[in-house]
């Protein structure tokens, strides 16, 4: 996974848990949602909530 994109997923989960959330769960998609946003790439998501607030210049496609 790119630096960048490591980064970028840390700077997600300070902001997801300085707004509440619980430690569990969520970084995996922090991980996704920040690879895909630092190579520029649209994600197929269903989930979309969590990706449009911490990635809002990610492309998402959704069913």
């Not at 569990?24 to 269903?46: K, M, N, Q, W, Y």
Request: glycine letters at 10%; charged letters at 15%; aromatic letters at 12%.
């Amino acid at each position: 996974m790119p630096r960048p994109a490591l980064f970028l997923a840390g700077k997600a989960f300070t902001q997801y848990r300085k707004s509440g959330g619980s430690r569990t769960g969520v970084l995996p998609d922090l991980f996704i949602g920040a690879h895909a946003a630092v190579s520029e790439l649209p994600l197929l998501a269903r989930d979309i909530g969590r990706y449009r607030t911490y990635f809002p210049s990610l492309t998402l496609i959704t069913p």
